[in-house]
């Protein structure tokens, strides 16, 4: 008899311990599922972040009156700045270096368009923002639109515009506007790059348009 009892302790043993090794495998198997399905997860969120749409679709009035599209503007990288040409200090500065990086980058500086918005319709005129940019010494694509038009360019591109009365006493008199100062850089195919801040170093914005245009 206790040969017997012996025998079944055993038997229970060897069962107990094929019970652990079931549970335990079970454990890791359901974890690396669930490291799969997050990774799955994660990479599909990433994926539809990166195809969110950004800037397009739009349509402008171009300096010589011709229509600038999102459509027009694809197949070459370009850097479009939103501004106005009465602004006193960012526009102008920020259109100069365009200008002075476009040639300190040699022969990869005719591989990019710059493209100037004027988000202010009642005074830029396309002759004017033509005349403007011209004093830049470098092709620019000047373009405006109407305030419609411009409204939904700058809520593609998330472009701050707020006019400011030069004095807040008379709100219909003259006026200044405060307006995102970043450059957009967007490639080829019409997809965010990167941005150039305003405090930007020289050398930091130029990788930057390099990778845009590499």
């Not at 694509?141 to 006019?163: C, E, H, N, P, W």
Request: hydrophobic share 40%.
């Amino acid at each position: 008899m206790p040969d017997i009892d012996q025998s079944q302790a055993e038997g229970t043993g060897a069962i107990r311990k094929l019970l652990w090794v079931m549970a335990i495998v079970a454990v890791v198997l359901g974890g690396l599922l669930y490291l799969g399905l997050e990774k799955k997860g994660a990479e599909k969120s990433a994926s539809t972040v990166a195809a969110l749409p950004f800037g397009g679709p739009f349509e402008l009035a171009r300096a010589d009156g011709s229509v600038l599209t999102d459509k027009s503007l694809s197949g070459r990288p370009y850097a479009i700045f939103f501004g106005f040409t009465r602004c006193p200090d960012v526009c102008p500065t920020t259109l100069s270096r365009l200008a002075l990086w476009r040639k300190k980058l040699g022969a990869d500086g005719n591989k990019f368009d710059i493209v100037f918005v004027s988000v202010d319709p009642d005074r830029d005129k396309p002759a004017d923002i033509g005349a403007y940019t011209e004093i830049f010494g470098t092709p620019i694509i000047a373009a405006t639109g109407t305030d419609a038009q411009l409204a939904q360019i700058r809520k593609g591109f998330g472009v701050y515009v707020k006019k400011v009365p030069l004095d807040p006493s008379k709100p219909d008199g003259d006026y200044t506007i405060d307006h995102t100062a970043g450059i957009f850089l967007m490639d080829a195919r019409g997809r965010l790059s990167s941005i150039i801040d305003h405090h930007e170093a020289e050398a930091t914005a130029l990788d930057k348009l390099r990778m845009l245009v590499g």
